[in-house]
Nanobody
Framework: QGQLVESGGGLVQAGGSLRLSCAAS????????MGWFRQAPGKEREFVAE????????YYADSVKGRFTISRDGAKNTVYLQMNALKPEDTAVYYC?????????????WGQGTQVTVSS
């Protein structure tokens, strides 16, 4: 059984930055594509970004493109989400997830989430 644990959330002013981490344990996620999602109060969970198994391919939701960067460190079994130029509308619980095939298929593993709050 694998486990994903997010960290790095917090309160930041608009225009600020945060880096989220997603540490994997219980199995090696190097053979999995990794993604970030978020869910704001009263809204459905939405896709944010995904990175391929090798880290060579990434894609982003239009709402975060140019501001957020997803990366991964295989040696640490960790995925990151660097968030810059944060806006109040980025406020949400952020989740990381893993699936076997990049860009398609079901995400098999989910973390419990970390809260990001952006004040105006």
């Amino acid at each position: 059984q694998g486990q994903l644990v997010e960290s790095g959330g917090g309160l930041v002013q608009a225009g600020g930055s945060l880096r989220l981490s997603c540490a994997a344990s219980g199995r090696t996620f190097s053979n999995y594509a990794m993604g970030w999602f978020r869910q704001a109060p009263g809204k459905e969970r939405e896709f944010v970004a995904e990175i391929s198994k090798t880290g060579g391919s990434t894609y982003y939701a239009d709402s975060v493109k140019g501001r957020f960067t997803i990366s991964r460190d295989g040696a640490k079994n960790t995925v990151y989400l660097q968030m810059n130029a944060l806006k109040p509308e980025d406020t949400a619980v952020y989740y990381c997830a893993a699936r076997r095939t990049y860009y398609t298929g079901i995400f098999d593993y989910w973390g419990q989430g970390t809260q990001v709050t952006v004040s105006s």
